[in-house]
């Protein structure tokens, strides 16, 4: 899907995605882990359960748990996320 994993532990793992390119919106889906990201760079739009959120370097967010969300990148994007539980333990970041 694009993401590095950078660290994981039992409760929390961190991803960064680097230089993510513009184009269609990701498909939306409903993940079973918390996520919370800090933008590095570039800009995007959250579409969180119906709410458009538009982020760009220094911003934050929080996707909770089961929370129906997709992304739309606008401008080149780089992010740190982290997930609880970690999203890569048993495939759970698959699409």
């Given at each position: 899907?694009?993401?590095?994993?950078?660290?994981?532990?039992?409760?929390?793992?961190?991803?960064?995605?680097?230089?993510?390119?513009?184009?269609?919106?990701?498909?939306?889906?409903?993940?079973?882990?918390?996520t919370?990201?800090?933008?590095?760079?570039?800009?995007?739009?959250?579409?969180?359960?119906?709410?458009?959120?538009?982020?760009?370097?220094?911003?934050?967010?929080?996707?909770?748990?089961?929370?129906?969300?997709?992304?739309?990148?606008?401008?080149?994007?780089?992010a740190?996320?982290?997930?609880?539980?970690?999203?890569?333990?048993?495939?759970?970041?698959?699409?």
């Amino acid at each position: 899907m694009g993401q590095r994993y950078l660290a994981s532990g039992e409760s929390v793992s961190m991803r960064l995605w680097d230089g993510e390119e513009p184009g269609e919106p990701k498909p939306e889906a409903e993940r079973p882990y918390e996520t919370v990201g800090y933008v590095v760079g570039g800009r995007a739009e959250l579409h969180l359960e119906g709410e458009v959120i538009t982020l760009s370097a220094g911003d934050s967010w929080t996707v909770p748990k089961g929370a129906s969300h997709t992304y739309e990148i606008l401008e080149t994007f780089t992010a740190v996320e982290a997930t609880s539980p970690p999203a890569e333990a048993q495939g759970r970041d698959e699409p």
